[in-house]
C-alpha cells in the first residue's frame, strides 16, 4: 500500500465519524443513541478473538535513528489504539549499559515504564531480550553466565507486571548440541523465573531456533508450565549465506505457516511480523487468513504483537497498517 491510498483509507474513517457527528446535530437524542447503539452491536460482533499489543521494535528507527525517548513508548501505543506493550531491552541499552546495569538503573528503568503505563492505561505484557548473552552456548560456563545475565530482567518483567520475558536460543549451530545446551539453558532460566510467576518464551528468531519442531521439540524436553514460545509470522530463515542469524541473504527457509502450527501448542504469545502491503491492504509475504486461523485453531486468545519491520511505509503507517489488516483478518475468524 503507498501512502496516498494509506491516507485515503484513513480519511474515510474520518469522513464516517464526521458523517455521525453531523446526524447527532440533526437528530434527537432517542435516534442518536440507537444509532450509537447499532454501531457498537455491529464492532462487538466482529471484534478478532484476540487481544492487541505492540512490540517496540515497530518503532526502533524512530528510537535508534531519529532520537526519539524509548519511555515515550506507552503514549504512542495508547494513540495508536494498543492495549498492550511489548519492551524491547537493546532499545534502552544506551543508559542501561552506562550504569552497568546496577539495581538503580534497572529500577529506574521498571518505575518509568510503569508510570507511563499507568498513565496511558495499558497493560505490560512481555520484554524482548537480546545481547544477553548465549544462552545455547556450548561451553557449559558460558551459557550459565548468559542464564545469570537474564534474572534482572526476569526481576523487571515480575516488577512490571509482565507475563513473560522473550529470550533468544543463539550459540551452537549444529542440530544435535543445539538442542542440548537449548534445552539445559532454558530449563535454568525457567527454574530462576518459576516463583516469580515469569515465563521464558523463545521466537523463531533465526539460526535453529526458526527450524520449528525442533524448537517445538525443546520445550517437549524442557517440560516446563513456563517455558514455551513465541511464534513470529516472518522469522523463518535457518541458514543464511554468511553463517550470521540476521543480517546476510537467507539460504535456508522453513515453512511459515508449517512452523506457526508446530510452535503454537506452545505459545504464550504471538508475534504479527509484517514487512508490506497491497492495495488492499493485505500483507505481500504473509496470508493473514491462513496465519490467523492456525492461531485460532490452536485456542490462542491472548495479545498478538504488531511487529512492523518494512521500508515503504514510514513506522506509524506500517503499525497502523499491520493493525488494521490484523483487525481485518482477525474479525473473520471470530
Request: charged share 25%; proline share 1%.
Amino acid at each position: 500500500m503507498n501512502r496516498r491510498k494509506f491516507v485515503n483509507k484513513t480519511a474515510k474513517t474520518g469522513l464516517a465519524i464526521t458523517f455521525l457527528g453531523g446526524y447527532a446535530c440533526k437528530q434527537g437524542k432517542k435516534e442518536v443513541d440507537n444509532v450509537i447503539a447499532d454501531e457498537e452491536i455491529s464492532l462487538a460482533a466482529t471484534e478478532p478473538f484476540f487481544k492487541l499489543s505492540l512490540a517496540q521494535w515497530s518503532i526502533n528507527k524512530m528510537i535508534r535513528e531519529g532520537g526519539v525517548d524509548p519511555y515515550t513508548f506507552a503514549e504512542k501505543a495508547a494513540n495508536w489504539g494498543f492495549s498492550g506493550l511489548e519492551y524491547v531491552s537493546q532499545l534502552y541499552k544506551t543508559e542501561l549499559e552506562a550504569a552497568d546495569y546496577s539495581e538503580e538503573a534497572m529500577k529506574n528503568f521498571v518505575d518509568k515504564c510503569n508510570a507511563e503505563a499507568e498513565k496511558y492505561g495499558l497493560e505490560n505484557v512481555l520484554i524482548m531480550i537480546d545481547r544477553q548473552g548465549d544462552l545455547a552456548a556450548a561451553d557449559e560456563k558460558e551459557r550459565k553466565v548468559a542464564v545469570e545475565n537474564h534474572y534482572k530482567w526476569v526481576d523487571a518483567a515480575a516488577a512490571m507486571g509482565c507475563h513473560s520475558i522473550r529470550v533468544n536460543l543463539n550459540g551452537v549451530q549444529e542440530p544435535e548440541g543445539w538442542m542440548a545446551a537449548s534445552v539445559d539453558g532454558l530449563t535454568q532460566l525457567a527454574t530462576y523465573a518459576k516463583d516469580k510467576k515469569i515465563n521464558i518464551i523463545v521466537e523463531n528468531h533465526g539460526g535453529l531456533s526458526s527450524n520449528a519442531a525442533m524448537l517445538a521439540n525443546v520445550m517437549t524436553t524442557v517440560n516446563m508450565d513456563n517455558c514455551g514460545t513465541l511464534p513470529d509470522f516472518g522469522n523463518f530463515c535457518v541458514k543464511r549465506e554468511s553463517g550470521d542469524y540476521y543480517d546476510s541473504k537467507c539460504i535456508e527457509e522453513y515453512d511459515k505457516y508449517q512452523g506457526v502450527a508446530e510452535l503454537m501448542p506452545h505459545a504464550k504469545a504471538v508475534s504479527a511480523k509484517a514487512y508490506d502491503f497491497d492495495e488492499n491492504g493485505d500483507e505481500t509475504k504473509i496470508d493473514y487468513s491462513r496465519i490467523l486461523k492456525l492461531v485460532k485453531e490452536a485456542g490462542y486468545t491472548g495479545y498478538v504483537g504488531v511487529e512492523y519491520e518494512g521500508s515503504n511505509l514510514s513506522e506509524e503507517e506500517g503499525i497502523l497498517a499491520t493493525k488494521n489488516l490484523l483487525i481485518k483478518a482477525g474479525s473473520a475468524l471470530a
